[in-house]
């Protein structure tokens, strides 16, 4: 049974950073492309980050460029979004997504694997 699992989200300042989390588990992940979607209160889910299987390729969002960066460690299937400089537009629910190919999309109908989220809250 594929699972995503997040975690590492929280309640923080404007200025203030944190590391999200995503475990894969029950698939051949290493692979496959994963992201990080978020959806803010009353709006649609939104593309924040995504990192291609090998790991050399990254793209992100233009509201997030410079200040969130997406990494991946193949060994323990995971990866990881460290956001700094967060602001209170960042606040959302943040959910990992994985796709069984290794090119990036931004588009969230190609990721075949969603997990359930996690919440970031940053206060002004």
């Known amino acids: 049974q594929v699972q995503l699992v997040e975690s590492g989200g929280g309640m923080v300042q404007a200025g203030d950073s944190l590391r999200l989390s995503c475990v894969a588990s029950?698939?051949?992940?290493?692979?496959?492309?994963k992201g990080w979607f978020r959806q803010a209160p009353g709006k649609e889910r939104v593309f924040v980050a995504a990192i291609s299987g090998s790991g050399g390729s990254t793209y992100y969002a233009d509201s997030v460029k410079g200040r969130f960066t997406i990494s991946r460690d193949n060994v323990k299937n995971t990866v990881y979004l460290q956001m700094n400089s967060l602001k209170p537009e960042d606040t959302a629910v943040y959910y990992c997504?994985?796709?069984?190919?290794?090119?990036?999309?931004?588009?969230?109908?190609?990721?075949?694997?969603w997990g359930q989220g996690t919440q970031v809250t940053v206060s002004s």
């Open positions: 029950g698939g051949p992940f290493n692979g496959y492309a």
């Open positions: 997504v994985a796709r069984t190919r290794a090119v990036i999309t931004t588009m969230p109908g190609s990721y075949e694997y």
